[in-house]
Structures are given as structure tokens and as C-alpha cells.
């Protein structure tokens, strides 16, 4: 069954589809995922450190983060997952209130940016995302909305309702699922008897694509194209993008507890995202030799200047968690917001 869904293919050997991404968008999104990979080093630092709590890096995965969010109208929803930070920023959330965020100062959310906040809970955004979907085609707007999850989250009753809805209503949203091998400790061969999780989609009446999740043009392309489909009234689209999980579930997790070192060596090396878009960029004479050293010293300089704007940042207010819920706070949470105010002002008696 699995060969039945060929993996889109735009980089190296195997390349099944041609390259149809601008150059200048090419380059952007090389830059972009430096910018995850340096940025994900970084916390996972600040996390040994104490200074920053459990954190789900995303090495190994950039490409399919930063190559499927460029491919949208900065105008289009987006439904991130814990671990989409990439995502977040390529879409327009700047990139200091993601480190804030990270650091338990900010939200994941900015008020210029069309995201929902991150969701912990799993595949529990996808309905959401569906429903967005279908707001903006019912208000006559031209923008789709965008799911981000996992492999494991395609085990959960919510992946198969926004599926369905999905498929019934021909809502305009791609359901893109980051198939990195391991749901924590689980891997894909114990959640489902399927040779594919894309297959799934077929059982919803849903276009299903399945891509090189490490070839980031791929990635690109294929959002693309589900994005014209869904407003050509072409309905959803479900993608699954083969990756890898290169580190931990999250800096709580121990990967060696449960997977054998030699499994990261057909994902490393010249088979890391990163390697394969520099060397194919400098193939295709986009950039130069001496440019990657050059954006890598870049996205190295940003992070250290957000993360030391973000340490020296106030504490998050108590009163945020009321923030962009409702239009209209209602009496209760009025008056619980005025109770949180009073707790934090200086005593009157003093």
C-alpha cells in the first residue's frame, strides 16, 4: 500500500516533481530554518540552565515547519501544535514573543497574526481549525486555514471528526501531519495497522499527499497546491510529511531509553534538511559557498539578542490568561480580573 502513495519529491535522487520555488523564497527558507535549528539549540541550553521550562525541540523537522508555513497567505488560520515554533514565525508571530513564549513570559499568539495558541492537548485544535475554515469561506474571504500535528495525534477521535467534518462540508483547511517516526516512546508501526497514516484520509473522502517531510521545497509545493485546491472549492487536504525526530520528544524525555542510536544515521549527515537545502541551493547557484556560514553567524546573533531581551523581560501578568478569549469579558471574569489586580498592587496601608 505504501507504494501506492509515492513520497513528492523536489530535492536529490528521487525527485519525482519539478522546482517550482522562487529563488528568493528558496533562500528565505533556508534562513528560516537555520533560525528554528539555532533557535532550538539555544533553549535546549536554557533548559539545562533552569531558565527554561520543558521544551519540545524540533531538530530534524525544520524543513517541513518552514517550507509548508511559507507556502501561505500571511491572511490564512493557522493551529499549531506544542512544538511548531518555526511555524509560528515564518506565519508573522514575531520572532521575540516566540522566545517569550518558550520562556513562559508571552503567549504563542500575536494580535497581528491569524494563530491560535499553541495546543498542548493533542489533535484537540484540528475541529478548530475546520471551523475556522469554514467561517472564512462562509464570510466570502479568500484564505484556508492550516493544522499542524503529529503521527500520534492521527490515534486520537479528534484527528478523525475534523476529518470527516472536513470532508463532508469540503471545509478549505490542510490537515498537515509531521510523521516523525515516535508519538514520545511509541513508535508509528504501534499506533496503526496501516502502511501510511495518509491513507486515512481516503476514508473521509479528503485529498491525501504524501511528502519528503526533510525536502523543504517539497514541502512548500505541496501546501501550495493544497492551498489553490481549497479555494478552487477542491475541499481539504491531508498531507503527511515523512520526517524524523532527531532529539527528544521533549527536553523531559530520554530517547535512548527506547531508540537505538543507529536509527538517526539515514536522517543525518547529508540527510539533515539543513545539509540537503544548502547543498542543493549552492547546486542550483542560489547562494554561494560562503553564504550558509554567514546566515548560521545571523541566526546566532538574533537569538542571543532575544533570548537576553526575553531574561530581562518582566514576568507575564496574571490577568493574560483572559486575553483574546472573549470580545466581551463576561461579569465573572470581570470581576476575577479586578481580583488579580488587587493582589498584585502595591498595599495600601504601606
Same mark, same amino acid.
Given at each position: 500500500?505504501? $507504494?501506492?502513495?509515492? #513520497?513528492?519529491?523536489? /530535492? ?5 516533481? &519539478?522546482?517550482? %520555488?522562487?529563488?528568493?523564497? +528558496? ?84 494580535? $497581528?497574526?491569524?494563530? #491560535?495558541?499553541?495546543? /498542548? ?5 484540528? &475541529?478548530?481549525? %475546520?471551523?475556522?475554515?469554514? +467561517?472564512?469561506?462562509?464570510l466570502g474571504e479568500e484564505r484556508v486555514a492550516i493544522a499542524y500535528f503529529g503521527d500520534g495525534g492521527t490515534s486520537e477521535g479528534d484527528f478523525h471528526e475534523a476529518l470527516n467534518f472536513a470532508g ?28 501510511t497514516l495518509v491513507q486515512k484520509s481516503q476514508a473521509y473522502g479528503v485529498h491525501g499527499v504524501r511528502v519528503d517531510g526533510n525536502d523543504a521545497l517539497a514541502c512548500y509545493q505541496v501546501v501550495a ?10 475541499? &481539504? ?14 527536553t523531559a524525555d530520554d530517547p535512548t531509553r527506547y531508540r537505538p542510536p543507529e536509527s538517526l544515521a539515514p536522517w543525518t549527515g547529508d540527510n539533515d534538511p539543513l545539509v540537503r537545502l544548502a547543498q ?71
Amino acid at each position: 500500500m505504501a $507504494e501506492e502513495w509515492p #513520497l513528492y519529491r523536489v /530535492i536529490g535522487d528521487g525527485a519525482n516533481h &519539478p522546482d517550482r %520555488v522562487e529563488a528568493e523564497v +528558496a533562500k528565505r527558507i533556508y534562513a528560516q530554518m537555520v533560525l528554528l535549528r539555532t533557535f532550538d539549540e539555544k533553549t535546549i541550553t536554557l533548559q539545562r540552565q533552569g531558565r527554561v521550562g520543558t521544551f519540545p525541540p524540533s531538530i530534524g523537522q525544520e524543513a517541513a515547519e518552514i517550507g509548508s508555513a511559507a507556502a501561505l497567505s500571511k491572511d490564512d488560520w493557522m493551529a499549531p501544535s506544542y512544538r511548531d515554533h518555526g511555524a509560528l514565525f515564518m506565519h508573522g508571530v514575531p520572532f521575540h514573543h516566540v522566545v517569550l513564549f518558550a520562556m513562559g513570559k508571552g503567549s504563542s499568539i500575536d494580535g $497581528e497574526a491569524f494563530v #491560535l495558541p499553541s495546543s /498542548i492537548p493533542i489533535s484537540s485544535h484540528l &475541529p478548530h481549525a %475546520v471551523g475556522l475554515a469554514m +467561517a472564512c469561506r462562509r464570510l466570502g474571504e479568500e484564505r484556508v486555514a492550516i493544522a499542524y500535528f503529529g503521527d500520534g495525534g492521527t490515534s486520537e477521535g479528534d484527528f478523525h471528526e475534523a476529518l470527516n467534518f472536513a470532508g463532508v462540508f469540503k471545509a478549505p483547511v490542510i490537515f498537515f501531519c509531521q510523521n516523525n517516526g515516535w508519538a514520545i516512546s511509541v513508535p508509528v508501526s504501534r499506533q496503526t495497522a496501516t502502511p501510511t497514516l495518509v491513507q486515512k484520509s481516503q476514508a473521509y473522502g479528503v485529498h491525501g499527499v504524501r511528502v519528503d517531510g526533510n525536502d523543504a521545497l517539497a514541502c512548500y509545493q505541496v501546501v501550495a497546491e493544497a492551498r489553490e485546491r481549497a479555494l478552487g472549492d477542491g475541499g &481539504p487536504t491531508m498531507i503527511e510529511a515523512l520526517t524524523y525526530r532527531i532529539g527528544p520528544h521533549t527536553t523531559a524525555d530520554d530517547p535512548t531509553r527506547y531508540r537505538p542510536p543507529e536509527s538517526l544515521a539515514p536522517w543525518t549527515g547529508d540527510n539533515d534538511p539543513l545539509v540537503r537545502l544548502a547543498q542543493y541551493l549552492v547546486q542550483r547557484g542560489v547562494m554561494t559557498v560562503e553564504e550558509p556560514p554567514a546566515i548560521w553567524a545571523e541566526a546566532r546573533q538574533r537569538v542571543n539578542r532575544a533570548v537576553e531581551e526575553a531574561l530581562n523581560s518582566p514576568p507575564v501578568r496574571k490577568e493574560a490568561m483572559f486575553d483574546s478569549v472573549y470580545a466581551e469579558v463576561p461579569d465573572a471574569l470581570a470581576a476575577q480580573m479586578e481580583d488579580l489586580a488587587e493582589e498584585e498592587a502595591p498595599d495600601a496601608r504601606n
